[in-house]
């Protein structure tokens, strides 16, 4: 069985700092692309960052560019989210996805369980 549990939301004032962490296990964590999506209430998932297997290259949205920075550690099976800068529309159920890159552009999707980010004053 495929496990991803996010940890590290919180309730944080505009401005300030949030590192989110997804630990994998269940999957070959090399063989998985990574990414963080989030959604808010009544509005769609969007994606946040992704990153390759290898951590050699990753990618944002334009909303969190130069403020989130997504990495990983194939040694420990983690994904992380560092967080700077927080506005208020960062609040959201913030989700780690694992995509295991199959042969034969055969992909596999996994989800975790979300974790409650929370900006405000």
């Known amino acids: 069985q495929v496990q991803l549990v996010e940890s590290g939301g919180a309730l944080v004032q505009p401005g300030g700092s949030l590192r989110l962490s997804c630990a994998a296990s269940?999957?070959?964590?090399?063989?998985?692309?990574m990414n963080w999506y989030r959604q808010a209430p009544g509005k769609e998932r969007e994606l946040v960052a992704g990153v390759t297997s290898t951590g050699r290259s990753t990618k944002y949205a334009d909303s969190v560019k130069d403020r989130f920075t997504i990495s990983r550690d194939n040694a420990k099976n983690m994904l992380y989210l560092q967080m700077n800068s927080l506005k208020p529309e960062d609040t959201a159920v913030y989700y780690c996805?694992?995509?295991?890159?199959?042969?034969?552009?055969?992909?596999?999707?996994?989800w975790g369980q979300g974790t409650q980010v929370t900006v405000s004053s």
């Open positions: 269940g999957v070959t964590f090399s063989r998985c692309a």
């Open positions: 996805n694992a995509v295991l890159l199959g042969v034969f552009s055969i992909n596999y999707d996994y």
